[in-house]
């Protein structure tokens, strides 16, 4: 036999594919056979489940004390809203009075709340440099940043972008019966954003030194790092109402309690037809105020129970089978013994 032929097929041979349990899909599976026993159970399982938990989710939710205080309609006395917060020369001084309804437990949450401010937009979401808020050998690198990545001279701006531009800069003073009232802002940024996205070494240049200023300043003095403000700022919004964490009240305020809230009132919503509010609030296991968690497992919960109880009713009073009878197959269902 001529040699060459056998090489061949010695090489057809090493070509063939390795016989594989993965590709031919032998593999041990689990293939659990649902019967209705085992629909049933699964479904009262997460009823008995989730019922409870959404019980607990909307007793924790009731129990927070909520004040909610629109002020940006309120807090403008002219016609002509944008024109008033924008002339730098007017007193925009703003007080507002509340009154508690329920106790509430220290410590209590203060929040801004904005509508209508779509920090999600794509063009707004990626104004800003984040290697130049980490890193000192960084500051130049602002190209993602524009409009608001160098002054005029061409200096880089720290930190740049549209979103440190426009920076919420309306501030609170409380008092509750006439008795001033502490806002502890520290600790109000997430820690992994303040030791890994913003650096303990760099420190705000040129910021809001232009003809058109956004909204807060920074002091140059302090780094990004401590700069807690702009950290909670930075971290932007999915949806177009939001609210981002101001400060908290370290000591209780009983029921019937008035709180004077100074206001001023800075920041501007109203040339794109937004809204600002003040909010405070206690906080539980399950965080803010948000019913929607417990109405959601009740639901889905309930829901489980219906089916589970409307399986048990139909395949085992109104209308049983035995499983895995063939009679049903579909070329039984001509003979005789097939069940009406």
């Known amino acids: 036999m001529d040699?060459?032929?056998?090489?061949?097929?010695?090489?057809?041979?090493?070509?063939?594919?390795?016989?594989?349990?993965?590709?031919?899909?032998?593999?041990?599976?689990?293939?659990?056979l649902l019967t209705p026993g085992i629909v049933v159970a699964a479904f009262l399982l997460i009823g008995i489940i989730f019922v409870p938990i959404g019980l607990a989710s909307l007793s924790a939710s009731q129990e927070i004390v909520e004040l909610v205080d629109r002020y940006d309609t309120n807090c403008v006395p002219m016609s002509d809203k944008v024109g008033f917060i924008q002339n730098t020369k007017t007193d925009k001084t703003c007080t507002r009075t509340l009154t508690v309804p329920k106790h509430m437990k220290s410590p209590i949450q203060i929040y801004y709340q904005i509508g209508d401010f779509y920090q999600n937009h794509r063009r707004y979401v990626k104004s800003r440099s984040d290697k130049q808020l980490r890193y000192k050998n960084a500051v130049h690198l602002t190209k993602d940043c524009d409009p608001e990545g160098n002054t005029v001279d061409g200096a880089p701006i720290v930190p740049c972008g549209l979103i440190a531009w426009s920076m919420f800069n309306d501030t609170y003073k409380i008092s509750v019966n006439k008795k001033a009232i502490e806002v502890n802002k520290k600790d109000i940024a997430w820690k992994s954003d303040k030791t890994s996205k913003f650096g303990s070494d760099i420190y705000p240049s040129n910021f809001q030194k232009g003809s058109l200023i956004g909204g807060a300043k920074l002091n140059e003095s302090i780094p990004l790092s401590e700069q807690e403000d702009l950290i909670v700022w930075m971290r932007t919004a999915a949806l177009p109402t939001f609210r981002k964490l101001y400060?908290?009240?370290?000591?209780?305020?009983?029921?019937?309690?008035?709180?004077?809230?100074?206001?001023?009132?800075?920041?501007?919503?109203?040339?794109?037809?937004?809204?600002?509010?003040?909010?405070?609030?206690?906080?539980?296991?399950?965080?803010?105020?948000?019913?929607?968690?417990?109405?959601?497992?009740?639901?889905?919960?309930?829901?489980?129970?219906?089916?589970?109880?409307?399986?048990?009713?139909?395949?085992?009073?109104?209308?049983?089978?035995?499983?895995?009878?063939?009679?049903?197959?579909?070329?039984?269902?001509?003979?005789?013994?097939?069940?009406?």
């Open 247 to 340: 400060g908290r009240i370290e000591t209780d305020i009983m029921a019937n309690d008035q709180v004077t809230v100074i206001i001023q009132n800075n920041y501007n919503t109203y040339s794109f037809g937004g809204s600002k509010a003040l909010v405070l609030s206690t906080t539980s296991w399950i965080g803010g105020k948000n019913n929607f968690i417990g109405v959601a497992y009740l639901t889905i919960g309930v829901l489980c129970i219906f089916l589970a109880v409307g399986f048990v009713v139909l395949l085992y009073m109104v209308k049983p089978r035995t499983l895995g009878d063939p009679s049903y197959l579909s070329w039984n269902r001509d003979t005789p013994d097939h069940p009406n």
């Open 3 to 32: 040699p060459l032929e056998l090489d061949g097929d010695s090489q057809k041979s090493n070509n063939k594919p390795k016989y594989s349990k993965f590709t031919q899909q032998e593999l041990p599976a689990c293939k659990p």
